[in-house]
């Protein structure tokens, strides 16, 4: 079992910055591919980014591909997302996931086994 808890969200204006934070709790999942989804209002939700393992390999959405970055301390069993030049479009709650041992596609929602509660992000224009 694995718990994750996000933080970090909160309102903030375009080209704003945000840090989210997914701590993990109940097995250290540094063995894991560790990824952010978001879902916006009225719509599905969608792959943001993963980090592997070893935190050598990064994968982006091409929506947020250069605006964000993706990383983690495997000590503090902690993955981040630092999130710059914000916009409106980015408005959505931002969960973490972990496959919790299983193997699949990065990008794919039915990889992940144990999901966080999510973080509102808010940005205004």
């Known amino acids: 079992q694995v718990l994750l808890v996000e933080s970090g969200g909160g309102l903030v204006q375009a080209g704003g910055s945000l840090r989210l934070t997914c701590a993990a709790a109940?097995?250290?999942?540094?063995?894991?591919?560790v990824a952010w989804f978001r879902q916006a209002p009225r719509k599905e939700r969608e792959f943001v980014s993963a980090i592997s393992q070893s935190g050598g390999y990064t994968y982006y959405a091409d929506s947020v591909k250069g605006r964000f970055t993706i990383s983690r301390d495997s000590g503090k069993n902690t993955v981040y997302l630092q999130m710059n030049n914000l916009k409106p479009e980015d408005t959505a709650v931002y969960y973490c996931?972990?496959?919790?041992?299983?193997?699949?596609?990065?990008?794919?929602?039915?990889?992940?086994?144990?999901w966080g509660q999510g973080t509102q992000v808010t940005v205004s224009s």
């Open positions: 996931a972990s496959p919790g041992g299983g193997s699949g596609d990065y990008y794919a929602q039915t990889t992940y086994e144990y």
């Open positions: 109940g097995r250290a999942f540094s063995t894991d591919t």
